[in-house]
């Protein structure tokens, strides 16, 4: 009878945990999101609302009108346009990435070359070094080779790789047996087929994760925008929500509707890829 007793105090006790913790991630996570469903929630507000009744979520007098105004853009130039371009460079900047980040991590993982460990290092320290440090050197280069005033400086550099992708791969193929490689030699692959049919079929979850947070990081690239782009026919979505709104300062509703817009493909992405995003930020690898 005892033992019972003691079973379910244990059983009670197990089950309030639960109950408590699982309370604590829900306010958690609406602390969390309330910024960013607050700007939904205002987007659905007349102008006069959204700071009259800003601590409720709930619009009173419900409106679309500022996605219709908001979409019209400025200068001529509509959202779409805009959103267009943005895509233009995430998506070209996420393959680049990618595939760059995956060639250098394979031969860094796998092929043993003189110099190997001292690339290695080279490529550490590149991730120390602030992207502020490097922004006029960059600019003085791009401007010297006709780049500004084209997407070339925000999509080129993507083809060249980054130190934490590298890294993030890298991890993911020293997981991969090296047995595989040796089976796959023997089969007669060189070091391309081993790359091509042995390992990148192993990497998806890494390379879907590099992909994404280039893409996110490409999509709200307001300085890349603000330094080398010159015309309103070529910007971004994050720049351009930043000159609409100097264009129309007294219109806040239009600005946070083209804000919560501009989320939409970052939740796609998210709701898509959410499972290897997952694993490839765990950076679990394939397990012998």
């Known amino acids: 009878m005892a033992i019972n007793n003691i079973a379910h105090s244990v059983s009670a006790q197990k089950r309030i945990s639960t109950v408590v913790y699982h309370v604590l991630m829900v306010l958690a996570s609406f ?57 233009f460079v995430a998506i070209l900047s996420s393959v680049g990435m990618v595939f760059s980040s995956a060639v250098v991590a394979f031969g860094l993982a796998r092929v043993k070359f003189k110099g190997r460990n001292f690339w290695f290092v080279l490529m550490i320290i590149t991730m120390m070094l602030p992207g502020q440090v490097m922004m006029i050197p960059r600019f003085v280069l791009y401007n010297a080779m006709g780049w500004v005033g084209t997407y070339a400086p925000m999509i080129v550099p993507n083809f060249f790789a980054s130190g934490f992708n590298i890294f993030l791969i890298m991890q993911f193929i020293r997981g991969i047996p090296r047995d595989m490689d040796e089976a796959a030699k023997i089969d007669g692959c060189s070091w391309y087929g081993v790359f ?93």
Request: no cysteine.
């Open 196 to 288: 091509a049919r042995i390992i990148l079929p192993m990497i998806v979850p890494s390379l879907v994760t590099v992909g994404v947070l280039t893409f996110m990081a490409s999509w709200e690239d307001f300085m890349g925008a603000l330094l080398y782009l010159n015309k309103p026919a070529m910007y971004t979505v994050a720049y351009a929500l930043k000159m609409f709104n100097d264009s129309s300062m007294s219109d806040y509703g239009a600005t946070f509707a083209m804000s919560a817009l501009s989320l939409v493909p970052i939740m796609i992405i998210f709701f898509f890829f959410q499972k290897n995003l997952v694993e490839g930020i765990s950076i679990q690898g394939l397990k012998g």
């Open 31 to 87: 602390a969390m999101l309330y910024p960013v469903l607050w700007l939904i929630a205002s987007s659905f507000k007349p102008n006069g609302d959204i700071f009259s009744t800003a601590t409720s979520l709930i619009p009173q007098n419900f409106t679309l009108e500022h996605y219709l105004t908001g979409w019209k853009g400025f200068g001529g130039y509509s959202f779409g346009n805009f959103f267009t371009n943005s895509l």
